[in-house]
T-cell receptor
Framework: EDKVVQSPLSLVVHEGDTVTLNCSYEVTNFRSLLWYKQEKKAPTFLFMLTSSGIEKKSGRLSSILDKKELFSILNITATQTGDSAVYLCAVEAGSSNTGKLIFGQGTTLQVKP | DAGVTQSPTHLIKTRGQQVTLRCSPKSGHDTVSWYQQALGQGPQFIFQYYEEEERQRGNFPDRFSGHQYPNYSSELNVNALLLGDSALYLC?????????????FGEGSWLTVV
């Protein structure tokens, strides 16, 4: 059965700290791994990763994929209170790009002032 | 260009009742997927509709059914509601054959079963 596991499940840090969120997966026919930020409602897209070792960056956020060890990390540097959210990791798997995503449980990040 | 729209945003139902949730996909998208997100959990795939047919289904009972109309909009129906059906129901739209970063989510429908 396809599975995506995130760790830690929750995290409390102070502004300015750096955090690393983890995502491991076991799926058949991996196509891509996606990271989302969710604040109460719709998940908002952060990154899509398809190739190992290539870092994606957007401001203070960055992510990388290891397809050999089947995991990805999401780094957030110089955290701000606005980074407080649930971070979701999802994998698209299957014989074609069908748009079906398998999500992890999410990591709840709280950034204190 | 409207994104994915869902209705209603919140609703409260009683155990045993039936509910219908609606979704209009992003313009140009032809595929609609539904997810259930229980409190503190990640979204779980319910099913996906393409060309008015259910193309894929997750591990959900037959009480969960759906429909897609010719204009690509979709409905999720849940019969014989249980307390455990209380969750955020997310609709995601995409264009078949495109990769994951072209998937768009709606704001969701919060269902509370009492």
């Amino acid at each position: 059965e396809d599975k995506v596991v995130q760790s830690p499940l929750s995290l409390v840090v102070h502004e300015g700290d750096t955090v690393t969120l983890n995502c491991s997966y076991e799926v058949t026919n991996f196509r891509s791994l996606l990271w989302y930020k969710q604040e109460k409602k719709a998940p908002t897209f952060l990154f899509m990763l398809t190739s190992s070792g290539i870092e994606k960056k957007s401001g203070r956020l960055s992510s990388i994929l290891d397809k050999k060890e089947l995991f990805s990390i999401l780094n957030i540097t110089a955290t701000q209170t606005g980074d407080s959210a649930v971070y979701l990791c999802a994998v698209e798997a299957g014989s074609s790009n069908t748009g079906k995503l398998i999500f992890g449980q999410g990591t709840t990040l709280q950034v204190k002032p | 260009d409207a994104g994915v729209t869902q209705s209603p945003t919140h609703l409260i139902k009683t155990r045993g009742q039936q509910v219908t949730l609606r979704c209009s996909p992003k313009s140009g998208h032809d595929t609609v997927s539904w997810y259930q997100q229980a409190l503190g959990q990640g979204p779980q795939f319910i099913f996906q509709y393409y060309e008015e047919e259910e193309r894929q289904r997750g591990n959900f009972p037959d009480r969960f059914s759906g429909h897609q109309y010719p204009n690509y909009s979709s409905e999720l129906n849940v019969n014989a509601l249980l307390l455990g059906d209380s969750a955020l129901y997310l609709c995601a739209s995409s264009f078949t054959g495109r990769s994951g970063n072209t998937i768009y989510f709606g704001e969701g429908s919060w269902l509370t079963v009492v």
